[in-house]
């Protein structure tokens, strides 16, 4: 599948890891929006949150712990931090592989642009 977020969690291409274990993967945004703009996959391919199933709830609730983590180890948890899924295109998703955005490191604004 040509699926580039598949091939960063397969290191079939580079990028910068911060956490990895059997069920996801956590890795530096190549256009950083923030200080800290991290993106947490499932190693399973599905495009868009709208793909989800019963059998994924586990999954989706292991994002965000892995997102509490990589925010606890990065030190934006007590300041505070944005998780953002973005959905189809009117929502600004580019990859179709479902991701969690972690933002943070700056005053966020509301509502987003
Ligand atoms: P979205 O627009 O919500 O689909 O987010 C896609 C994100 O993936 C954007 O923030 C991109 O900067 C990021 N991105 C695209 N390609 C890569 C890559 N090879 N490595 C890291 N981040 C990427
Ligand atoms: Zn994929």
């Not at 969690?100 to 509301?110: D, P």
Request: contains cysteine; aromatic residues 6%; charged residues 25%.
């Amino acid at each position: 599948m040509d699926c580039i977020f598949c091939k960063i969690a397969n290191k079939e291409i580079p990028s910068k890891i911060v956490y990895e274990d059997d069920i996801a993967v956590a890795f530096e945004d190549i256009n950083p929006q923030a200080p800290v703009h991290i993106l947490i996959i499932p190693r399973k391919h599905i495009p868009t949150s709208l793909a989800l199933t019963e059998d994924d709830k586990a999954l989706v609730g292991h994002l965000f712990l892995v997102a509490n983590k990589v925010a606890e180890e990065k030190r934006i948890a007590d300041r505070g931090f944005r998780l953002v899924m973005n959905s189809n295109e009117e929502a600004g998703q580019t990859v179709f592989h479902i991701h969690l955005h972690l933002l943070g490191g700056r005053v966020m604004q509301w509502p987003p642009g």
